[in-house]
């Protein structure tokens, strides 16, 4: 069992950045693949950046790839994501979300099994 818990969302205006944690506890933290995704309102929840369980592989988004980062410290049990040239089409709640598919870099999020509730992050014009 792991339980997530991000924080680092806030308002931010277009053109900023913010920088969001997911603290994990449970056992095992580094054996799992770590995801970040969004959802803003009305819409369905879309994958954002994922990272291998060693941290050498990483996955981003179309969207938002050369503005955000996805990191993690295994030695801390945290995952971050780094969010530059923030805009405002990236509002939304962002959650982070492991899988036990560690070295699997999954889009879908039918292949996390363990999700955080989320923090806010909202970007004005």
């Known amino acids: 069992q792991v339980q997530l818990l991000e924080s680092g969302g806030g308002l931010v205006q277009d053109g900023g950045s913010l920088k969001l944690s997911c603290a994990a506890s449970?056992?095992?933290?580094?054996?799992?693949?770590m995801g970040w995704f969004r959802q803003a309102p009305g819409k369905e929840r879309e994958f954002v950046a994922v990272?291998?369980?060693?941290?050498?592989?990483?996955n981003y988004a179309d969207s938002v790839k050369g503005r955000f980062t996805i990191s993690r410290d295994n030695a801390k049990n945290t995952v971050y994501l780094q969010m530059n040239s923030l805009k405002p089409v990236d509002t939304a709640v962002y959650h982070c979300a492991a899988s036990r598919r560690g070295s699997y870099l999954s889009i879908a999020t039918r292949d996390y099994d363990y999700w955080g509730q989320g923090t806010q992050v909202t970007v004005s014009s």
């Open positions: 990272i291998s369980w060693g941290g050498g592989s990483t």
């Open positions: 449970g056992r095992a933290f580094s054996m799992y693949s």
